[in-house]
């Protein structure tokens, strides 16, 4: 009977919920016929334990530590999905954590063995736990350790395989040992002829499952974070096309030049032994996959990038250009780079990237239109050649070039006229601003399109229900589809979310609301651009603000806030600008709420307290609860995200405020109760503003810093102080600093409203789109010509 293998892959496996639908995939295969599962380890768990082998040479005892975190953390996820692995079990993760502290000296000594050892604990690991959640699902499996069945050299860290011994030993354990209990096999992991464990390689756990599927003559399943094999990593290029259907031999040309969704070496033993291959994406169950082997496939359009390459051990040294023009022979599979010298000798390492470019209905054109389009581009090559065996193009760029030169070919030479796609999500999309976004959206889509840019709404959320729908959902449909839709909670959601393929993805945050700033850190780690007009998230304190700019750093994604403070003004830019050309601020003065603006100016023109408020309410100038501007709460959160702007580390709790009523009374959790509170409120304001107006002064809600204090209190103020004959609705910013002390810097303007902040909120994410342009602008090769090539 055949079965299948399945592999899953780090990303499918990066926390227990992943664990948990990876587990709940096995359960509906094995129902299907006979399964043997290949594991990875967690995502990140294999980089983990390489750093722990390298502190285990400067620090035993904290290597030894950080190992047991990392034993123990799998502990707990088995702990939080009720499994508990029974049966003959090869290891435990106390064995395994036994087992590490034992080899810690030899670890210390850097011996490539022990190294070997603690790299393959993150597979076994991986494998225990998914054994004990399919058991827990009353399915019956067992672990198969890798070393029994894969048969390699012993260099360690990259050993070579046996392939005749491995599906030996494969075979040898008979058909029913395969086709009975579900077999769980540590990817990744092999041993050397004397037993020892040794590893294949980074990425290699596809090999691994090729390996299985060639030797039983098994279809192979790599399940993973992308929907399949598309014209480029869709992680870099936005409109890459999913390839539905590829020959193995075109998909291991595509692999070894750096599709690294199927690691170089996965398709070796299936070009020997062919079974069909597909990929498929663990987390989005409507998403369509790639077919390799199959009996259909098309001709190979695609590019891949490699950045690990430098010019083959024992080339002599030549200009770079040079070396590369001798073709495929002169690169080899090691990272370095080309040295640069410059004319007084010195020299700079210069990494290198190497662009692969397949279309094979393109005929002999194809360098000439590689040169074309690159020249389009404003990109140099550092050589471009015809690769006769792979029948690609190569181009050798540096290494800033690569990902620019990715983009800008997929356009030109792949992708045409068709524009990329942007795909948005909304959130709070049945809100004020949320709706004149959408709005925005329909109306500028057309002159988007002629910039080459599809904007697509695939999500819209509000606080009870949610949409998501990859083929688009109309903007002007949103409200009726969310009528339609079913109840989500956040944790809902942002799961649905954060599974989606799609990317670019932008999460529009219209919100003001602290839970959901809590998931910022979750969707920029997964690549998820943030737009937004809620302070909750750039205004955290020190966990969540700390985990928002490492998950940014990380995945390279943007939370842009713009109009957090003064809406449409040109508020946080500038004062980061100024920042970041080494000024420095000495004092600053601000009227930053609109609301408040608003009301202690309607106070002037004898409004009463209570009816002004209700006003302030009407115009959309006030946070949704009238509590958070009444209390000095959100003016205090954009003073914070001010400071912080312009590099002042400071929190919320270090902010002296003042409420304009007192605290006790905002706590009513009743917008509207809370405003049929302040009718007490209108004489004793009324006699203040009338004492003001008889000093000549009125009222402001003043934020100020000065000496190192942060405070924001209402303020009697001249009349002619600059700050008091502001409109209702302007804020404005006055600012010494080391650029601005002979006259302040003074930024003033409406700073609140619907349209006012939707608008920001659309530049902002114009500005996102804008990083997706399909040609970028012109980098410099680096200085110091001529380049000379180093082994
Ligand atoms: N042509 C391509 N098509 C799809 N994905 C690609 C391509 N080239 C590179 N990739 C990258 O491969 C990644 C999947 O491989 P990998 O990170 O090893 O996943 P896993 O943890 O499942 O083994 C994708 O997230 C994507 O960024
Ligand atoms: N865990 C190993 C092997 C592997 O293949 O991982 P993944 O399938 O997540 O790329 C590594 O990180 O190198």
Not at 63 to 92: F, K, N, Q, Y
Not at 223 to 247: E, F, I
Not at 732 to 743: I, P, V
Request: glycine share 8%; with cysteine.
């Amino acid at each position: 009977m055949v079965g299948k293998v399945v592999k899953f892959g780090g990303t499918s496996l990066g926390d227990a919920s992943r664990i948990a639908r990876a587990a709940d995939a096995v359960v509906v295969a094995r129902s299907e016929g006979p399964v043997a599962v290949v594991v990875s380890a967690m995502a990140g768990v294999t980089n983990r334990l390489a750093g722990i082998a390298e502190l285990a040479v400067q620090d035993a005892a904290a290597a030894a530590a950080a190992a047991r975190a990392l034993v123990a953390s799998h502990a707990d996820i088995a702990a939080e999905l009720g499994a508990a692995p029974d049966g003959d079990l090869p290891w435990t993760p106390a064995r395994i954590g036994r087992q590490l502290d034992e080899s810690l000296p030899a670890l210390a000594a850097g011996d490539a063995a022990a190294r070997d050892i603690l790299l393959a604990s993150g597979e076994k690991l991986a494998a225990w736990l998914l054994l004990g959640v399919v058991q827990a699902r009353g399915v019956a499996a067992a672990i198969v350790p890798a070393e029994v069945l894969v048969r390699t050299s012993g260099r360690h860290g990259n050993a070579e395989v046996d392939r005749t011994a491995t599906s030996a030993a494969i075979a040898a354990r008979g058909a029913g040992f395969w086709q009975g209990l579900l077999r769980i096999v540590p990817g990744f992991t092999g041993a050397s002829p004397d037993g020892r464990t040794t590893t294949l390689g980074r990425n290699a756990s596809d090999y691994s499952a090729a390996l299985l599927a060639a030797a039983l003559g098994w279809p192979l399943e790599i399940w993973t974070d992308v929907a399949g094999c598309y014209s480029a990593d869709p992680r870099l290029v936005a409109g890459a096309r999913l390839l539905r259907h590829l020959s193995l031999a075109d998909a291991n040309r595509f692999a070894h030049a750096g599709a690294s969704v199927i690691h170089a070496r996965t398709l070796e033993p299936l070009l020997e032994r062919p079974v069909p291959l597909t990929i498929v994406n663990s987390f989005a169950s409507d998403a369509q996959s790639t077919r390799i082997g199959g009996e259909v496939s098309e001709p190979l359009r695609g590019l891949a990038l490699r950045h690990d390459l430098s010019l083959a051990r024992g080339a002599r040294a030549l200009t770079a250009a040079a070396a590369f023009d001798q073709g495929d022979d002169v690169y080899a599979d090691a990272p370095a780079a080309v040295v640069a010298v410059s004319e007084d000798g010195a020299e700079t390492a210069v990494p290198v990237a190497l662009l692969s470019v397949f279309d094979d209905t393109a005929g002999a054109s194809l360098p000439h239109r590689c040169r074309e389009a690159l020249a389009a581009s404003d990109l140099v090559p550092l050589a471009l050649w015809w690769s006769r065996r792979e029948r690609c193009v190569r181009i050798a760029l540096a290494a800033a070039d690569g990902q620019p030169a990715l983009r800008a070919l997929h356009r030109l030479l792949i992708a045409g006229d068709a524009p990329v796609p942007i795909h948005l999500a909304v959130i709070g999309a049945s809100g004020r601003v949320g709706r004149r976004l959408l709005e925005l959206v329909a109306e500028q889509r057309p002159s988007l399109r002629a910039r080459g840019f599809d904007l697509r709404v695939v999500a819209a959320v509000n606080s009870r229900k949610a949409v998501v729908d990859a083929a688009g959902i109309e903007p002007a449909a949103v409200g009726a589809r969310l009528a339609a839709a079913n109840e989500a909670t956040l944790a809902q959601w942002s799961h649905d979310l954060l599974a989606r393929p799609e990317r670019p993805l932008v999460l529009v945050d219209c919100t003001a609301s602290a839970d959901v700033a809590a998931r910022y850190p979750d969707w920029l780690a997964a690549g998820i651009d943030i737009v937004t007009p809620n302070k909750h998230g750039p205004s955290a304190a020190a966990p969540l603000a700390g985990a928002i700019a490492e998950a940014q750093r990380q995945s390279g994604a943007r939370l842009l806030h713009e109009t957090t403070v003064g809406a449409q003004l040109p508020l946080l830019r500038t004062l980061r600008e100024l920042t970041s050309a080494g000024d420095r601020v000495e004092t600053l003065e601000a009227v930053l709420s609109g609301t408040l603006s608003y009301v202690l100016g309607r106070l002037q023109q004898d409004v009463p307290f209570s009816a002004a408020v209700r006003e302030a309410v009407a115009l959309g100038y006030a946070e949704p609860h009238p509590g958070a501007d009444l209390s000095g709460a959100d003016a205090a959160r954009k003073l914070v995200i001010l400071l912080r702007a312009l590099g002042v580390a400071i929190d919320l709790d270090e902010i002296h405020l003042q409420p304009l009523v007192d605290a006790e009374r905002l706590r009513e959790p009743d917008a509207g109760r809370l405003l049929d509170t302040l009718e007490d409120q209108d004489a004793p304001w009324q006699r203040a503003a009338e004492a003001a107006r008889a000093a000549g002064e009125c009222w402001i809600y003043r934020a100020s810093w000065q000496g190192g204090i942060a405070q924001l209190r209402a303020e009697r103020v001249p009349l002619s102080h600059p700050l008091a004959r502001l409109l209702p609705c302007e804020n404005a910013l006055r600012l010494s600093s080391s650029y601005y002390r002979a006259a302040p810097l003074t930024v003033a303007g409406p700073g609140a409203g619907i349209d006012l902040t939707a608008a920001g909120v659309f530049a902002d994410l114009l500005e996102v789109i804008a990083r997706h342009q399909p040609v970028e602008p012109l980098r410099q090769m680096p200085a110091g010509a001529p380049l000379r090539a180093v082994a």
